[in-house]
Structure formats: C-alpha cells, structure tokens
T-cell receptor, first 109, second 115 residues
Framework: GQNIDQPTEMTATEGAIVQINCTYQ??????LFWYQQHAGEAPTFLSY??LDGLEEKGRFSSFLSRSKGYSYLLLKELQMKDSASYLC??????????WGAGTKLIIKP | TAGITQAPTSQILAAGRSMTLRCTQD?????MYWYRQDLGLGLRLIHY???????GKGEVPDGYSVSRANTDDFPLTLASAVPSQTSVYFC??????????????FGPGTRLTVL
C-alpha cells in the first residue's frame, strides 16, 4: 500500500527554527509537495522537490532524499502566522497525489 | 483573478437527499480534482478529470459522481447522501495532469454535514 507519515502535531517558539519530517512509501515517485493549510482554509502550495537536495524559498526550505523516502520542511524565524497544518504529498507512478494527514504546527510567543 | 470558487460554503443535508457541489475555475486549467478531508486523514481523491469531456475515479469514488462538460466547471453530485459523507470537500485544479511539476491549486472548500 501507499503511505505518507508525518508527525501529528509540533510546538515551536516564535523566532525559532522547526523541522517537519515526512517519510513515504509509494508506488513510484514523481515529485514531493509541501502545502500549508490554515484552520478552516484551503491548502496553499509551498514547495516542490523532485531531485535530491535542498530547495530554499525565503524562510522556508524543503529537503528530499529519494533513496531514504524522506523529506523535511524547514521553517526559520518562526512567526505567529506560521501556525497552521503542513501537508506532505507525493506524486505516484499514476501522477496522482498521495497525501499525508498533515502536521499541526503550534507557535508559542 | 478569482482562481477557483466553490459553492455552497457550507450545507446541512438530510440523509437520503441529493446534492451537487459546484466548482468553477477561471485559470483555463485542463485538470480538475475533488477531494474530501476528514480529521486525522490525508486528503483523499474522489474523482478527477484530466481534460474537458473525461473523468476518472479516485481513491474513494463510491456514492459520488462528476461531469466535465467544459473546461471551467466540475460539479460533484451526491445522489443519496449518507452520514459518512460528512466532510470538507475541496475542489482543485492544475494546468495539466501528466507532468511531475503540475501544482494543484485549491478552492476554499465546502463543509457538508449529513444528518
């Protein structure tokens, strides 16, 4: 079966750095996506990785290791507005997105 | 640009009744998708359409039907609602469906409660 694992919830402090991990087992791999979803709102696209390594986009970076079936999202200089759920999704061999349940990130002052 | 709109925003529906959730995009995207999101679970694909005139079944299609008469609209119909269809429904679209870089963009969602 196909499986995406993420921690259910994480807590971090404003101004700090947090790393959200995602491990996956899917039938084929055609890219990995991270989305942000604020409570009661739609998911919004954050980042995309298809090759191994780190992709940096401002305060957010995403890392991929295809051999380990592993990715992480790194958020720096945390702000209160970063409180949200972060969804990991993998595009499988049929080009469908398989979604993790999401990690709820709580930022404390 | 509006992007993707969904209607209604929320709805309470009696079991056994039918309902159509509407989804319209103005980005001229070829591919469209319907997901449901339930607490503790990842987004699950109900149905998809790679281009106008074609549709396909996702992971959880039972009890739902879709049509894609044109590029912009992708309605989702529940023929006879059951309480297990209580969920938040998201419509999404992407420029194409066969590229690894295709990014899906989501509508604001419809919160449906079936009693």
């Amino acid at each position: 079966g196909q499986n995406i694992d993420q921690p259910t919830e994480m807590t971090a402090t404003e101004g700090a750095i947090v790393q959200i991990n995602c491990t996956y087992q899917t039938s084929g791999f055609n890219g990995l996506f991270w989305y942000q979803q604020h409570a009661g709102e739609a998911p919004t696209f954050l980042s995309y990785n298809v090759l191994d390594g780190l992709e940096e986009k401002g305060r957010f970076s995403s890392f991929l290791s295809r051999s380990k079936g592993y990715s992480y999202l790194l958020l720096k200089e945390l702000q209160m507005k970063d409180s949200a759920s972060y969804l990991c999704a993998v595009r499988d061999s049929n080009y469908q997105l398989i979604w993790g349940a999401g990690t709820k990130l709580i930022i404390k002052p | 640009t509006a992007g993707i709109t969904q209607a209604p925003t929320s709805q309470i529906l009696a079991a056994g009744r039918s309902m159509t959730l509407r989804c319209t995009q103005d980005m001229r995207h070829n591919a469209m998708y319907w997901y449901r999101q339930d607490l503790g679970l990842g987004l699950r694909l109900i149905h998809y359409s790679n281009t106008a005139g074609t549709t396909g079944k996702g992971e959880v299609p039972d009890g739902y039907s879709v049509s894609r008469a044109n590029t912009d609209d992708f309605p989702l119909t529940l023929a006879s609602a059951v309480p297990s269809q209580t969920s938040v429904y998201f419509c999404a679209s992407s420029e194409t469906s066969g590229e690894s870089t295709d990014t899906q963009y989501f509508g604001p969602g419809t919160r449906l409660t079936v009693l």
